[in-house]
């Protein structure tokens, strides 16, 4: 089960204790667990919008295709990659999913890392409550939070390894909630990724532009890999579903959707880049 242990109040970054079914800090401020057991530290002032995050209706698309295992290489390049000296084998590791979505990465790398000595505790946090509401019946070993990674409601120094999987990362926060030396892992789409479907959709194609060339602060450079791959999709449903996940479904012009109707099936390229980093410099004050 998940424990809820040594998470921050988000208003006032003091730390939380867990009564009952309620998460409560020294000054009063109480959040109630939900019925599939995650907790909600975002709280109203901190929303940009009404609903953040992913729509209901999203989440259940990528749920949908990600159930198909199209993406299950990427799990296991993950796990392959994953450096050595912070291996649940050798000790207790201590995960956090910043952006964790509906939840099938961190639920797969439990899974993958199930038969190890040491124990895994895996938190994930994602700012859309649909998303963390479908992942917290996913898996019921995971701490799942309802957040924003911007504010991430914990200590500093609270895990060993941060993924940041398709998602929006925040260096500083990062650093400050990683241990000593702790990880952090980039996974992001390479210049071919799903290139087939994206030729339908757009006149054009723009040229592909390497994100953090100059590096990352507070990380270096541990190491670099992709996961490339072929996969097909046999059906305009599961055309629909890929297309309902990605940003493409919001950016693509209307020609565009309405040519990828027509599709029946499509094979499509994976290009995924995997880089992980490890934590130079301490952080402090939480933001």
């Not at 949908?64 to 291996?87: E, G, R």
């Not at 963390?132 to 799942?144: E, N, Q």
């Not at 650093?175 to 990880?183: D, F, T």
């Not at 479904?249 to 980093?277: F, P």
């Amino acid at each position: 089960m998940s424990t809820f242990e040594h998470l921050s109040c988000p208003l006032d970054a003091t730390p939380l204790s867990l009564n009952k079914r309620s998460l409560i800090c020294a000054r009063g401020h109480t959040y109630d667990l939900a019925k599939t057991g995650y907790i909600n530290l975002l709280p109203v002032q901190n929303k940009r919008s009404k609903d953040p995050g992913d729509s209901k209706e999203m989440v259940a698309a990528r749920q949908a295709f990600l159930n198909q295992q199209h993406y299950f290489p990427i799990v296991d390049q993950i796990v392959k990659s994953w450096p050595q000296d912070n291996m649940p084998s050798q000790a207790r590791i201590r995960v956090l999913d910043a952006g964790c979505g509906e939840g099938y990465y961190l639920s797969q790398i439990g899974k993958a890392f199930s038969n190890q000595k040491g124990a895994l505790e895996r938190l994930g946090l994602d700012i859309s409550k649909w998303a963390v509401t479908a992942a917290s019946k996913r898996d019921k070993d995971v701490t799942w939070i309802v957040g924003s990674n911007a504010s991430l409601p914990m200590p500093s120094d609270r895990v060993d390894v941060v993924l940041c999987l398709f998602g929006f990362p925040v260096f500083s926060e990062f650093a400050r909630v990683l241990s000593k030396s702790g990880l952090l892992l980039l996974v992001e789409s390479g210049a071919d990724h799903l290139i087939e479907l994206r030729k339908i959709l757009y006149p054009s194609i723009h040229d592909y532009k390497p994100t953090h060339a100059d590096g990352v602060p507070h990380f270096e450079l541990v190491s670099e890999s992709t996961a490339n791959y072929s996969f097909t999709l046999p059906s305009q449903a599961d055309i629909q579903q890929l297309l309902a996940m990605t940003p493409h479904i919001h950016k693509a012009s209307y020609e565009g959707r309405e040519a990828v109707k027509l599709l029946q099936s499509i094979t499509l390229t994976a290009d995924v880049k995997l880089r992980w980093y490890r934590k130079t410099t301490q952080e402090t004050n939480h933001v």
